[in-house]
RNA sequence: GUGGGUGUAGCUCAGCUGGUUAGAGCACCAGAUUGUGGCUCUGGGGGCCGUGGGUUCGAGUCCCAUCAUCCACCCCA
């Protein structure tokens, strides 16, 4: 039996993987003009981390997580998301004793034991942003506006953000009260799940899709109107920025993100024509993180995006010219005794940064034009017998179909001008 | 974890109610006179028909199981 992938991931092959290093490359260039380093930490963690940072009650922890032993018995995790490990590296290496605020990026994958099915894979990618050391309103905009950034310079138009504010856990506490006395009395008539969650967070029944669910809570009060004071002031300041900068967004009272450490604002970008899972990113702030990770009390606040959602975004939209992977020049070696002279050809014009390559499969002359031709070369270079004999190269412009026949010291130039 | 769809050549698929050596298009390779690509024509290589069992004189085709994949639920990126 053929060994094949794992269930759940895949490999990218070429020419795939240009649109992975296209999307890298936008994401690293925003990241640059916002300010954002990047950080780059392991790719499995103590499996505690994550369970004081993830959140204990949260699916990504319950069910999702990749834990193994490793050789010395430690209960290792192939993270699952990003923002623990780096709290947990701020932690470890006293990053907020130096200049405040921390801003970093990252990109990798991530690991989450779940059934594949369109936009969702066991080993997927995130690229996200974390800032610590703030608990500017503005700052929480900033955040978001790269997150938009981002989507805008990957010429994603089609998306909706969703906004709210879960509050401290002041105001949260006090809310919490408020939807158990809401849902209580009518709690026999919720799916069995969320008479479970219920018990452990019934904020997250809010989340619900069941019917009979959404039907049983109609009426529940929403976090927003909660808040306390500092809360709402920070909310109005965050909505307002992102209006003067244009943003749209649609006030969300039903996001309630899935993970713990949320504190005051979340958010989430959908791109509906994705499929069922059409959430490209999201995020939020988290204040108490750190601090419940065994730091000082430091506000932070992140989000993530999903690749693989991204990419299916993007495969929607009208094809973006493919960034220059063609061949700019050919060298046909029309007998092998002039192989080890053709590689010192290749040497030369490889030195002079000009993209060439050959055939190495003993191809006849006739195949090594077709070979030249498939490969998108603009110019073959014809290395034979007469050529040779004469100290010199047939350039062959493979577009006009002209032929001239260069000196060898000539030929460098000679390219550089049909190229340019 | 639950439900449904699908597994035949590298890719996209055909193969009617079970019946001889399993097909097409694309791709790949080679030719169409001497050292020249795109178009066309001709030829060629490639398939334990996902895997294991069962029914049958006979299974790509029917039954069961299993694995993989796709879509959806849960939840999330």
Redesign the pocket.
């Known amino acids: 039996?053929q060994v094949?992938?794992?269930?759940?991931?895949?490999d990218v092959l070429p020419p795939d993987s240009q649109k992975w290093q296209y999307i890298e490359q936008v994401i690293q260039e925003t990241a640059r003009l916002f300010g954002y380093s990047e950080i780059r930490t392991p790719i499995f963690e103590h499996t505690e981390l994550f369970e004081r940072g993830v959140g204990e009650t949260?699916?990504?922890v319950t069910k999702e997580m990749y834990t193994f032993q490793d050789k010395s018995n430690r209960s290792l995790t192939l993270r699952p998301?990003g923002t623990a490990s780096c709290v947990r590296a701020l932690i470890e290496h006293s990053v907020y004793g130096g200049l405040m605020p921390v801003k970093w990026y990252y990109s990798g994958p991530m690991f989450?034991y779940?059934?594949?099915?369109?936009?969702?894979?066991r080993q997927?990618h995130?690229s996200g942003a974390e800032v610590f050391g703030s608990n500017s309103p503005y700052l929480d905009a900033e955040v978001i506006m790269f997150l938009v950034q981002i989507l805008s310079n990957l010429g994603l138009r089609d998306y909706e953000l969703h906004l709210n504010s879960v509050g401290c856990p002041l105001c949260r506490e006090s809310y919490r009260q408020k939807l158990i006395d809401h849902i209580s009395p009518v709690k026999e008539k919720l799916c069995i799940?969320c008479q479970s969650?219920y018990e452990k967070n019934p904020l997250?029944v809010l989340?619900?899709?069941?019917e009979s669910c959404h039907q049983a809570i109609a009426g529940f009060p929403y976090i927003y109107d909660s808040l306390c004071d500092d809360c709402q002031e920070h909310y109005i300041l965050v909505k307002a920025t992102l209006e003067d900068s244009g943003i749209n967004y649609l006030h969300d009272n039903n996001l309630v993100?899935?993970?713990d450490y949320y504190t005051n604002t979340a958010f989430?970008?959908h791109i509906p024509s994705i499929?069922?899972?059409?959430?490209?990113?999201?995020g939020g702030r988290y204040n108490g993180l750190v601090k419940a990770c065994g730091g000082p009390d430091i506000p932070g606040i992140g989000f993530?995006?999903?690749m693989?959602?991204l990419l299916l975004a993007l495969d929607s939209l009208p094809d973006r010219e493919e960034p220059n992977s063609k061949l700019d020049v050919f060298l046909a070696v029309?007998d092998e005794k002039y192989d080890n002279q053709a590689m010192q050809v290749l040497d030369r014009l490889r030195k002079a940064k000009i993209m060439v390559d050959r055939d190495y499969t003993g191809?006849?002359?006739?195949?090594q034009?077709?070979?030249?031709?498939?490969l998108g070369a603009r110019i073959?270079i014809?290395m034979?017998?007469?050529?040779v004999n004469r100290g010199c190269f047939?350039v062959?412009n493979?577009?006009s179909?002209e032929?001239l026949e260069v000196q060898t010291e000539q030929l460098i130039p000679a390219i550089i001008d049909i190229l340019t």
Do not use: W
């Open positions: 039996m094949k992938a794992p269930r759940g991931t895949y949260t699916d990504i998301e989450r779940d059934r594949p099915q369109t936009g969702r894979f997927f995130q799940d969650r997250r989340d619900c899709k069941v993100r899935g993970l989430e970008i499929g069922a899972q059409s959430a490209v990113g999201g993530a995006l999903g693989e959602r029309l191809r006849s002359m006739k195949a034009m077709k070979y030249a031709d498939k073959v014809l034979g017998e007469d050529e047939t062959r493979m577009s179909r032929q």
